[in-house]
DNA sequence: TCGATACTTAGCCTCATGGCAAACTATTCG
DNA sequence: CGAATAGTTTGCCATGAGGCTAAGTATCGA
């Protein structure tokens, strides 16, 4: 994981259209090829190639060629990278609810407990 | 829910920026001013504002104006779209689980099942 | 081998994004 | 009141994203 940050920033814009949105849901279903998927978009192939050469530059598929068709397949390890992100934001939140609570409770504790409460 | 689609390209959008992503770190620590938050980043205030700008207008934050201070403050909800999302997308994947483990086995049930395996 | 198929490459266009400086407005404080 | 503070507005610029057409390459199938 060498560039946490830049990675989210592709993983994100990759994410942040509906045609590629639309391709990882329709990946999700199992691999396609570059044709088969491309009949579903009302762009010409090479504005569709663009997406799908976007979503393979973040990680997001894997392509292979083989003969003259391009088959893509998703590569769902890649979102966990956004499930990361929210989990890291969330982890901010408890901290800070932590902190509230010992402020109205009165009591310090450590602070790396994941819940105290029964 | 009116627009879930644009939504998410708003949202994930707001979230394809280093910068933003700071911002709503920072602001799961608790609201904060505009000038606060900007000093910890290297550019201009009306570029940082257009950053919050675009947050607010993504639903991601909340702005109020206080006599000459903005306080913003996260609005953690909207990233629950992100985990809709992600988790629509997983829903895919187990449905294809689901149809290959059938054809594995051979048996024929019904779909809405969680897990059938003990 | 020749035509159809399945991308690819190249070049061009438009609009959106992210950044800047300068000037302006509205509050607050001494 | 008058100066400092905290944003805001305006206008400009460079880059990149997403779309197109036209032409090129590489298989495959008869």
Redesign the pocket.
Known sequence: MANYSADLDGVFTAL??P?RRAVVRRLGHGPT????LAEAF??????F???VR?LEANGLIRTV??????TCVLNRERLDLVDDWLAGERRVWSERTDRLERFVTGRTERTDRKDDRP
Chains 1, 2 share one sequence.
Do not use: N, Q
């Open positions: 942040a259209d045609t090829s570059v044709g088969d009302p762009m010409t192939l090479p504005s190639m663009k997406h976007t060629k083989t003969g003259r068709v391009r």
